[in-house]
């Protein structure tokens, strides 16, 4: 900034003036130093109005992978929430702890004014020790003990509403993928509470060998553990998956067995990813708001900079359940004014 | 730093020492200076060999979408191929050329060492002139002029090998879905010019009837364009698809139409994502190696990065046809040693 004003033959103040937008400046002198900084290539690295509040302008949204497509499509709803406010850097941790710490560590302090975080390995008084003091919203997984703002689907709720669905069509062996069983906590433990819980109220009897664990969100985790199922001897009537991609991966196994969907074996996934809308069959798939995910988490942030202070909240995002050809309802692309 | 100094008891000086490690610090010392960086919440923002050398450790990658598969699967690969070396922040432009210039903006400066960036609106001198200096390496389009480092497959001989694989499966009236006229540049163009150079020298009068523009690269898009080419009355017995989510698409509403995919109409798509893995039927496409542009671009990248001046290169990465069954291939998921 010292070489444009030098070379604009003004003062430093007036360069930043200038930066700034501020009035009183004259045009000349606005030109000549509009002139300087085009000459130099000196870019002020963040907007005028951050600068001055000592802000970026930029916020972390960190995801465990960004090929999972549930986590892409955030990332886009993220983008247009942010439009005008925020500039949003998306990091990924393949939810591995290390580089889940590495991120937070290049994140904090003068790169961004917040992050929007979905953790999977760090916890609790842990989780907020490594984000020593930036501003944060946790989304996905429910944070332990209320120390930080969340916005969430209810997952067990969502879970629930999933498979009463297939319940209602007639279904009693109901198997779920998705479970995890290292660490048991988070997201599939939530999911499978719900698939439980379900289970339960309808008075059907849980079956252990019907819960089957992945080590990942994959659609091929949910291709092995359907054949690994069928292989097994096992015949459920229904698949609850825990996310669309797993749930595309048993469709494959299913086709590949020639056991129709869903006359032998009905599917249903969560997360309502653009792909479920395109498969054949269509995936019924619960539907959490993304948009409303991304607004709010956005929102809570905004107030969390403003007002570190300010008491943790915990928002509960709404879900939908979408119903397509994979639990029986025949439907188009929506192309021309269709279905989905 | 000044604070931690002062809480320390010690110098400004000794607590960078301790930040970056040097050995010359009594354990004592250092303890003191870790407790009062812990009780201050002072965090360095880079690593303390970045801070040495004045850089971030932090490398923007720049896509337009990452809600379409190619990009969120080239994004874990750039992850994957700068584990240790760099942190990858991820930005996403919609290919709109505001956003493109804000990107740069909010990126360039001090955030990141460098850049690698698929470019839709910018291009050239113009280009050039936004990034300022910041050290960038192109991938995807080609730029224009050979101003800056780039990173591609061969997009007409990649177009022109789907093409004649078409063609050796003896269908003679093959659609290409995914042109663009507006603005008539870049990838679109070259795989459009491959496209019609395998008919040309297969001696296959061109259509123009068959086609078809499409308004962006997702799933609907291609849906939407296959729609319309059926409506229009025409009957093409091939569908060459400008990347796998227009031929996801594709696939969809051959299958709503009842047209048998390939006996019918055999469709082949480009990027081979892992979706096409999983579709029913899975999609055969051009297969880039999307390892290699990640590594070879952040290798250019650190060397543009420690030499400014090192001339600039074009490095044309190599790809591969997957063969699947919407060309003809009866596959299984790969689950237990198969295919793809």
Do not use: W
Request: charged share 25%; hydrophobic share 40%.
């Amino acid at each position: 900034m010292k070489d444009v004003a030098a070379l604009a033959g003004v003062s430093p103040k007036t360069v930043s003036n200038v930066i700034n937008g501020f009035v009183h400046v004259t045009p000349a002198t606005r030109d000549r130093v509009k002139d300087a900084i085009r000459h130099l290539g000196y870019r002020p690295n963040t907007s005028a109005r951050n600068l001055r509040r000592g802000r970026t302008g930029m916020v972390g949204l960190i995801v465990p992978e960004l090929d999972i497509p549930y986590f892409a499509e955030l990332a886009r709803c993220f983008l247009e929430a942010a439009a005008g406010r925020f500039t949003i850097l998306i990091e990924q941790t393949l939810g591995e702890r290390e580089r889940e710490e590495a991120v937070l560590a290049a994140l904090g302090g003068k790169v961004v004014d917040g992050i929007v975080l979905s953790p999977l390995t760090l916890r609790g008084t842990e989780l907020m020790d490594r984000l020593a003091g930036t501003p944060v919203v946790l989304i996905g997984e429910r944070p332990s003990g209320g120390l930080a703002d969340h916005v969430a689907v209810d997952n067990i709720r969502a879970a629930r509403d999933a498979v009463q669905h297939l319940i209602g069509l007639g279904r009693g062996r109901i198997a779920a993928v998705g479970v995890r069983s290292e660490p048991f906590v988070g997201t599939p433990l939530l999911r499978l509470t719900g698939y439980r819980e379900a289970l339960h109220a309808a008075g059907l009897p849980g079956d252990r060998g019907l819960e089957c664990e992945t080590p990942g969100y994959h659609r091929r985790h949910g291709a092995d553990a359907m054949t690994a199922l069928l292989d097994r001897g096992e015949r459920p009537d229904a698949v609850f998956c825990f996310n669309d991609a797993l749930a595309l991966g048993v469709l494959r196994v299913l086709h590949e067995r020639g056991l129709r969907v869903p006359e032998d074996i009905a599917v249903i996934g969560f997360d309502d990813v653009d792909e479920g809308r395109f498969s054949v069959p269509s995936l019924s798939s619960v539907s959490p708001d993304k948009t409303a995910v991304a607004e709010r988490a956005l929102a809570l942030l905004q107030e969390r900079i403003e007002t570190p202070s300010a008491p943790v909240r915990e928002i509960v995002i709404g879900h939908r359940l979408r119903v397509r050809e994979s639990t029986g309802v025949r439907e188009g692309t929506g192309t021309g004014g269709g279905t989905p």
